[in-house]
């Protein structure tokens, strides 16, 4: 038998690569295609809990548009479109828990990492989905945040159904019971002769005792849903998006639709975003704060922690805010990604239960935060 020379060598080579990719789609296999980026997205604990019809989760209905070419941002959105639309989840949109007045008012933030653009509402009423609405300020208009009368005129303009009430039947029911009780706490005196001040501390604490109780959800009395993602082209987008503090002040905002503090992103370095007490959030920064420690090279989680213990430092000699251990009391998290698709979610307080939502190429996942303190 004679030898083969290196011309023949390399023809058989290609001629078996042909074969083997021919043989590859006959069995209904892609051919394996390289790409600098995983693509990879990381949610709030909410964004794998609810299924839509053909019982993918949300993070599962984002990898799989981004797989199939759809933009980041929008399979971000489709993420939190489930919890917005669903009564089931009374922390965001549809049927989330209202305000002292008992009014459904929400807030949500957008980023496109390669239009390096943004877009968000506030405080916004009658629609259940406020993202699309995000979306809408950021691609119609020159500003990045409306608000009030002003963003729910703007989502009717722009084709959104505006609906009278988004109470569900569960979370009037349950607003109806916090405000019983508040009442009570003030010596039987109607709601209106309370005051604010009071509202706000007596209604806070009651807010914990149904949670305690098993009445609403202690994820949702701060509920919101992140979530993050990056394509196979390294495109990095996100979305939050929140009913905001359950039984809040009238009129009150959190972090959830402010740029740098309930979402921030940079195209060349990666995405935050955040859930949990949204004012800790705000005297910090903490979702910019995030990513500019990316840009100095920490890994996503070495940066969020660096971000909680700085809120913790900030507020531990303030006994408002202490356990009876001297530990900070309140939940903060924060969901992280980087241009490498490393990620995390870490928390101020975490253990057992303590999620957060994340999708690859192995299927959707609910993975432990990582935390500064563990609850009992």
Same mark, same amino acid.
């Given at each position: 038998m004679s030898k083969m020379n290196r011309r023949e060598v390399l023809g058989a080579a290609v001629t078996v690569a042909a074969v083997s990719a021919v043989a590859s789609g006959a069995r209904g296999q892609a051919p394996a295609i390289m790409s600098g980026f995983k693509p990879l997205v990381v949610a709030a604990h909410n964004g794998n809990r609810l299924k839509n019809d053909e019982g993918e989760t949300g993070v599962a209905i984002a990898y799989r548009m981004m797989s199939e070419g759809s933009d980041v941002l929008d399979a971000t959105i489709a993420c939190n479109n489930l919890p917005e639309n669903s009564t089931e989840d009374t922390s965001v949109g549809y049927g989330g828990l209202p305000d002292a007045n008992g009014d459904v008012t929400l807030d949500a933030c957008?980023? #496109?990492?390669?239009?390096?653009?943004?877009?968000? %509402?506030?405080?916004?009423?009658?629609?259940?989905?406020?993202?699309?609405?995000?979306?809408?300020?950021?691609?119609?208009?020159?500003?990045?945040?409306?608000?009030?009368?002003?963003?729910?005129?703007?989502?009717?303009?722009?084709? #959104?159904?505006?609906?009278?009430?988004?109470?569900?039947?569960?979370?009037?029911?349950?607003?109806?019971?916090?405000?019983?009780? %508040?009442? @009570?706490?003030?010596?039987?005196?109607?709601?209106?002769?309370?005051?604010?001040?009071?509202?706000?501390? @007596?209604?806070?604490? %009651?807010?914990?005792?149904?949670?305690?109780?098993?009445?609403?959800? =202690?994820?949702?009395? #701060?509920?919101? =849903?992140?979530?993050?993602? =990056?394509?196979? @082209?390294?495109?990095?987008?996100?979305?939050?998006?929140?009913?905001?503090?359950?039984?809040?002040?009238?009129?009150?905002?959190?972090?959830?639709?402010?740029?740098?503090?309930?979402?921030?992103?940079?195209?060349? =370095?990666?995405?935050?975003?955040?859930?949990?007490?949204?004012?800790?959030?705000?005297?910090?920064?903490?979702?910019?704060?995030? %990513?500019?420690?990316?840009?100095?090279?920490?890994?996503?989680?070495?940066?969020?922690?660096?971000?909680?213990?700085?809120?913790?430092?900030a507020s531990i000699n303030n006994p408002q805010y202490l356990n009876d251990k001297g530990e900070i009391s309140f939940n903060l998290q924060f969901y992280i990604l980087n241009k490498k698709s490393q990620f995390a979610g870490v928390s101020m307080r975490g253990g057992e239960g303590r999620f957060y939502s994340m999708c690859d190429d192995n299927g959707p996942q609910h993975l432990l935060m990582d935390a500064l303190y563990m609850n009992d």
């Open positions: 957008c980023m #496109h990492g390669p239009m390096k653009r943004a877009g968000g %509402v506030a405080y916004i009423q009658g629609v259940r989905a406020p993202s699309h609405v995000a979306k809408d300020v950021m691609m119609k208009t020159n500003h990045h945040l409306l608000a009030g009368k002003g963003a729910m005129d703007f989502a009717r303009a722009n084709g #959104h159904k505006i609906e009278g009430d988004l109470n569900s039947e569960v979370s009037f029911k349950s607003y109806l019971e916090w405000k019983k009780r %508040v009442e @009570k706490e003030g010596d039987n005196r109607k709601f209106a002769q309370l005051g604010p001040e009071f509202i706000e501390k @007596k209604g806070f604490e %009651v807010a914990y005792q149904m949670a305690k109780e098993g009445i609403i959800d =202690i994820e949702h009395i #701060h509920g919101t =849903i992140n979530c993050n993602a =990056i394509n196979s @082209k390294g495109d990095i987008c996100g979305n939050t998006t929140t009913s905001g503090r359950s039984f809040k002040v009238p009129g009150r905002v959190g972090d959830s639709p402010i740029l740098g503090a309930g979402l921030y992103l940079d195209n060349d =370095i990666g995405a935050a975003g955040s859930t949990g007490l949204g004012e800790m959030n705000l005297y910090h920064l903490c979702s910019f704060l995030i %990513v500019e420690k990316m840009r100095d090279g920490m890994h996503p989680k070495d940066a969020g922690i660096y971000a909680l213990r700085r809120v913790r430092d």
